[in-house]
């Protein structure tokens, strides 16, 4: 039991670790968001502070010319708001206990979280989903982390392999598929919910394919010679701890891939068969 506790505690110092590693990631790419919002409020009451000091008073109604600005302000305010929240869900622990859910919608937050770093790297996302069961029994916050280290590897991938004069928006895609597989297990057949995560970047060689699942192992650059807006890449447990956790949970990860062509992960969790399909519906396609 206590050799079981001290695991426990030990996984829980890697994913606060890796946790804080994205957080540092993302933080240039979260800055260049809530600054253009910024931007803009800025101007708004610099036009309304003019008007109020060239006529001494101002008056607003609906119809007036600042009343619009007043409502761009809202706006961009309620969009520094979304902005923050989504960090700090990220960044607070969560429950211990295990509930079902949605992965659909996990793996939504998950985007919506990233999309700093996606839209400053310039990278697609498409998402769809066949599944009809979408619900598993795990902890939010561990398969939040584990969706967030295979995207953002992804990322890095199509970002290496593609550069701003290399650009080309039909491969620097990240496709993503949500589906339901069944597999045997003895006598018994076992529902699993699937997340595909495909990506035409680098790829993995096949003489290293045996070792991306090792800890500590990574293809990244050490961080003295990365770019300032690179040089969180994470201690080389990513992937390691992904399978770690999906193991908890009996689920696995799975990978094919093709060297300078392309990289497909497949993350499978138990489905819980009992909870009605929510989110995405059968057969939609959602574009980020």
């Known amino acids: 039991m206590n050799e079981t506790k001290a695991n426990h505690e030990i996984v829980q110092k890697v994913l606060d670790s890796e946790k804080f590693i994205l957080l540092g990631k993302m933080a240039s790419g979260v800055a260049h968001e809530i600054n253009n919002p910024v931007m803009i409020i800025q101007n708004y ?25 007043l409502q761009e302000i809202l706006s961009e305010c309620q969009r520094v708001a979304k902005i ?6 990220f960044s607070r622990p969560s429950s211990k206990t295990p509930k079902s859910c949605n992965l659909e919608e996990i793996l939504l937050g998950v985007l919506k979280l990233m999309d700093p770093i996606i839209i400053k790297s310039q990278i697609q996302i498409r998402m769809e989903s066949e599944a009809k069961y979408s619900h598993s029994f795990v902890r939010r916050d561990e398969i939040q982390q584990v969706f967030m280290n295979i995207l953002d590897n992804a990322i890095y991938s199509l970002r290496k392999k593609y550069t701003d004069t290399q650009y080309n928006e039909d491969k620097k895609l990240v496709k993503i598929k949500i589906r339901n597989e069944v597999i045997s297990h003895g006598s018994m057949e076992k529902t699993y919910v699937v997340i595909d995560f495909h990506d035409d ?14 800890p500590f192992f ?14 969180y890449q994470g201690l080389g447990l990513g992937l ?21 062509q392309f990289a497909c992960f497949h ?18 396609l959602v574009t980020f």
């Open 201 to 214: 970047g680098l790829g993995v060689s096949a003489k290293i394919s045996d070792q991306i699942f090792n």
């Open 45 to 69: 009451i610099s036009l309304i502070l003019e008007d109020i000091q060239d006529h001494g008073s101002l008056t607003l109604t609906s119809a007036s010319e600042h009343y619009d600005s």
């Open 240 to 260: 390691s701890y992904c399978q770690t956790i999906l193991d908890v949970y009996e689920g696995f990860l799975k990978f094919e891939s093709e060297e300078n």
């Open 84 to 89: 923050t929240k989504n960090l700090l869900d």
């Open 267 to 284: 993350v499978y969790l138990l489905a819980d068969q009992t909870q009605i399909p929510e989110a995405i519906g059968e057969n939609d």
């Open 218 to 231: 990574t293809t990244k650059k050490t961080k003295e010679i990365l770019p300032e807006d690179e040089k």
